[in-house]
């Protein structure tokens, strides 16, 4: 719930939107999409970030590939660290309840190449 406050407060103090304005590019576009995606669901997790995005979409007239875009970069973005989503959290607590450890470091060595290969296979595939 507090992470739906905080994607509304953004929303309504177009912070994102005003960033995103001022460095220049278009909300719409491929490239920006998986980037702030990506990036920003590290911060707010996905589901919320898409709640934020969707209707910054719908009012630039963004096609599918658009929103198909929003949709695989949310998704892939869970597995940039740990923070990424809450079912990273969980597993690195059981893996701690069992006397292991999986670092931040660990997690991210892994994970940011991964979601890398995963942003430019999806990206491919959405321009052709």
């Known amino acids: 719930m507090a992470m739906f406050v905080l994607t509304k ?6 912070f994102f939107q005003s960033v995103i304005d ?8 491929l490239p920006t999409i998986f980037s702030v995606s990506i990036i920003s669901s590290q911060l707010l997790t996905n589901i919320p970030f ?3 995005y969707l209707p910054l979409l719908i009012h630039t007239g963004a096609g599918i590939k658009g ?19 809450a079912s990273n959290v969980i ?5 701690e309840k ?8 660990d997690f991210a060595k892994v994970g940011i ?15 052709l």
């Open 50 to 52: 898409v709640a934020f």
């Open 113 to 127: 190449p991964l979601t890398f290969m995963n942003a430019v296979v999806y990206y491919v595939f959405l321009s």
């Open 91 to 95: 597993i690195v607590q059981n893996v």
């Open 98 to 105: 069992r006397g292991e450890a999986i670092t931040f470091l």
């Open 9 to 14: 407060s953004i929303e309504d103090t177009q």
């Open 67 to 85: 929103y198909m875009a929003l949709s695989a970069a949310s998704t892939i973005a869970g597995n940039f660290t740990l923070l990424g989503a």
């Open 22 to 29: 001022n460095i220049g590019l278009h909300i719409a576009s």
